[in-house]
């Protein structure tokens, strides 16, 4: 049996609004983990207080999922 790595209550929490996030704008999980991944990784090199990172990282998601969405041209992921 293949044992997969237990979550965190709050790696469920951040999957879960991931996974909702790419249903609520049509995309791939992945395209939205890469995005969100590139934003939490900005935020936390320049951020001194690191309590809300993941919320502002999500809200940065969406914002570019949104142009995404409004853009006839593709999102680069760095």
């Keep these: ?3 997969t790595p237990s979550l965190t209550p709050g790696q469920k929490d951040e999957a879960t609004r991931l996974e909702s996030l790419a249903r609520e704008t049509d995309t791939s999980i ?10 939490l990784q900005a935020l936390e090199q320049q ?4 309590t809300y990172l993941s919320v502002i990282a999500m809200r940065r998601t969406r914002l570019k999922l949104q142009d995404l969405d409004g853009s006839a041209g593709e999102l680069e992921i760095h």
């Design 47 to 50: 951020a001194r207080i690191r």
């Design 30 to 39: 992945n395209l939205v983990k890469a995005i969100y991944s590139e934003e």
């Design 1 to 3: 049996m293949l044992q």
